[in-house]
T-cell receptor, first 109, second 114 residues
Framework: SQQGEEDPQALSIQEGENATMNCSYK?????LQWYRQNSGRGLVHLIL?????REKHSGRLRVTLDTSKKSSSLLITASRAADTASYFC?????????FGKGITLSVRP | DGGITQSPKYLFRKEGQNVTLSCEQN?????MYWYRQDPGQGLRLIYY???????QKGDIAEGYSVSREKKESFPLTVTSAQKNPTAFYLC?????????????FGPGTRLTVL
């Protein structure tokens, strides 16, 4: 069963613009993680936010978590062509991660 | 050079054959995972193991089998009972196996049934 649902499914922006991706989930979680996948490759961990945290930053990444709305957002600021990839949210509970279907981000040079 | 490796990168199988995908890690992680990825479906958990000689079924274990005889290795066998095995298979590991762990992924194996 897939808990996280990302929105939008696909996003196309110009280099230098900000990219905002959303994730909604249904049940209680311990944490929420964001991963990135370049085409045909494995996933790479980006950032983890715990259920008692509301916002976290890492370089050009900003993630928020609203447990009352069961939603999270990932903001990539000043996007680059190299940010082109698929992005997945993963919810952590019961010793497992459950991944969403992913968002395809295209950054045009 | 630490990391997690999967082999082969591409694998072709005839219908009715079993095939084994390799996953090795030298990160000294306790937990290892196998996921299946289909286009538009995200990742689905097949099996996971938190300790040597022990493993649990994930959401889509039917038609698959695993073993965990060594900490470093977690091979996945796709059996002939798996009706639609063509997919991209990803192996991952994490330090302890808790839901707050970061998972580290291998490069994947693309399996095609001919």
């Amino acid at each position: 069963s897939q808990q996280g649902e990302e929105d939008p499914q696909a996003l196309s922006i110009q280099e230098g613009e900000n990219a905002t991706m959303n994730c909604s989930y249904k049940t209680s979680i311990n944490n929420l993680q964001w991963y990135r996948q370049n085409s045909g490759r494995g996933l790479v961990h980006l950032i983890l936010i715990r259920s008692n945290e509301r916002e976290k930053h890492s370089g050009r990444l900003r993630v928020t978590l609203d447990t009352s709305k069961k939603s999270s957002s990932l903001l990539i600021t000043a996007s680059r062509a190299a940010d082109t990839a698929s992005y997945f949210c993963a919810t952590g509970a019961n010793s497992k991660l459950t991944f969403g279907k992913g968002i395809t981000l295209s950054v045009r040079p | 050079d630490g990391g997690i490796t999967q082999s082969p990168k591409y694998l072709f199988r005839k219908e009715g054959q079993n095939v084994t995908l390799s996953c090795e890690q030298n990160l000294n992680h306790d937990a290892m995972y196998w996921y299946r990825q289909d286009p538009g479906q995200g990742l689905r958990l097949i099996y996971y193991s938190q300790i040597v000689n022990d493993f649990q079924k994930g959401d889509i274990a039917e038609g698959y089998s695993v073993s965990r005889e060594k900490k470093e290795s977690f091979p996945l066998t796709v059996t002939s009972a798996q009706k639609n095995p063509t997919a991209f298979y990803l192996c991952a590991s994490s330090m302890f196996g808790g839901s707050t762990d970061t998972q580290y992924f291998g490069p994947g194996t693309r399996l095609t049934v001919l």
